[in-house]
């Protein structure tokens, strides 16, 4: 199986840790794994505000940058619905281009996606001891409909004490340019969501997705709440050699 990382544009100019531990991740459980340097932005900030002709470039970058893997793996659920659900919208009436996005959009996995039904696994070797709590990202839920997989990827951790978020199933307020648009309403809900972090007694809040831990993180980091933020894959990365 030919399998490429897609390393999204937030992880690599903000949170590289999340690409690299998704690699060690798939390495570890055997995958060669390529890193096509042509790759680029998905195009989902252009199609969430409405410039569908300017995010065409990026998705024909995407189909060219990608073509003939067997899978796509990325670790973000935001940035792969994006592929799964928008580029086919953005090719609209580019034959051609439509035509490679059919090829290569159902492809595009989000890492506990490839782990638990395409690789079969759940355990990944991973030894964790710490206190977590898990943060469903909006787009991997309501989009992918990713469900219990990264639940079940966490409690096969070594030493993970998995906690339960209360109402973890609202929105962190983040979306994307929309705390830009409403600041306002984008940090009260995401102070709400710190609020249920903290109720947890949990050192660690973990997501599929790096721009909720930015956000949430943000706040509880102003909070000084002592909460770490951790993507899933850094957390099924760590073995027990990693620890202090």
């Known amino acids: 199986m030919r399998v490429a990382l897609f390393a999204t544009c937030l ?44 995010a065409k470039s990026s998705v024909r970058t995407f189909v060219d940058a990608f073509a003939g893997y067997d899978a796509i793996v990325a670790p973000s659920g935001s940035c792969v ?6 580029h086919a919208m953005v090719a609209d009436g580019d034959r051609a281009l439509t035509s490679a996005v059919e090829r290569t ?8 996606e490839f782990l638990v039904d395409v690789l079969g696994v759940t355990d990944v070797g991973a ?11 909006c787009h991997s839920t309501r989009l992918l409909r990713v469900g ?5 990827l966490l409690r096969a951790v070594r ?3 998995l ?40 050192e660690v809040l973990c997501a599929g997705d790096s721009s909720c831990l930015m956000h949430i993180g943000g706040l509880l980091s102003r909070q000084r709440s002592g909460v770490r933020v951790l993507h899933l894959a850094e957390i099924l990365a760590s073995t027990e050699g990693d620890q202090l």
Not at 81 to 86: G, I, K, Y
Not at 105 to 112: G, N
Not at 127 to 137: K, S
């Open 105 to 112: 959009a159902p492809k595009v996995h989000e890492l506990s």
């Open 163 to 202: 906690v339960e978020l209360p109402a973890s199933d609202q929105c962190c307020g983040f979306g994307g340019t929309f705390a830009l648009k409403n600041p306002d309403v984008s940090v009260a809900m995401g102070s709400d969501k710190a609020r249920h972090v903290r109720e947890t007694g949990a």
């Open 127 to 137: 030894y964790f001891p710490h206190r977590v709590t898990y943060h469903p990202t």
């Open 159 to 161: 030493s993970l004490d």
């Open 11 to 54: 992880g690599d100019t903000l949170f590289p840790s999340a690409p690299k531990a998704t690699l060690q991740v798939l390495e570890r459980l055997g995958c060669e794994v390529d890193f096509p340097a042509a790759q680029t932005c998905c195009g989902q900030m252009h199609t969430n505000t409405g410039y569908r002709k300017q």
């Open 148 to 152: 219990e997989r990264p639940v079940r």
């Open 81 to 86: 619905a994006s592929v799964r659900h928008q």
